[in-house]
């Protein structure tokens, strides 16, 4: 029922911008948890930042507050990543993730953008 797509990745030069796109398909966007992970050549998944429904964002990475912002757009029912001043160690793929509030182990993953940031 649910289907996201994640979009905006690419090549860009250390201490540049990107913005990430994660579109969600399927009912009720609202009850949604959504989230933004990374993971970079040999290394784990690690979770980069989470948004609410409210607004309430969270970012449990030290190497990324105060340079990334995550967003919301209910209409839209778009999630997005703004990514600056971004560095050669912020190269990963980025994936869009979804939890149920009312179900948490009910989960959905988007299937990634390469984000390539060179020196």
């Known amino acids: 029922q649910v289907q996201l797509v994640e979009s905006g990745g690419g090549l860009v030069q250390a201490g540049g911008s990107l913005r990430l796109s994660c579109t969600f398909s399927?009912?009720?966007?609202?009850?949604?948890?959504m989230a933004w992970y990374r993971q970079a050549p040999g290394k784990q998944r690690e979770l980069v930042a989470t948004i609410t429904d409210g607004g309430g964002a969270n970012y449990p990475e030290d190497s990324v507050r105060g340079r990334f912002t995550i967003s919301r757009d209910h209409a839209k029912h778009t999630v997005y990543l703004q990514m600056n001043s971004l560095n050669t160690e912020d190269t990963a793929v980025y994936y869009c993730?979804?939890?149920?509030?009312?179900?948490?182990?009910?989960?959905?993953w988007g299937q990634g953008t390469q984000v390539t940031v060179s020196s």
């Open positions: 399927g009912p009720i966007f609202s009850l949604y948890v």
């Open positions: 993730n979804a939890r149920n509030l009312r179900d948490y182990d009910t989960m959905y």
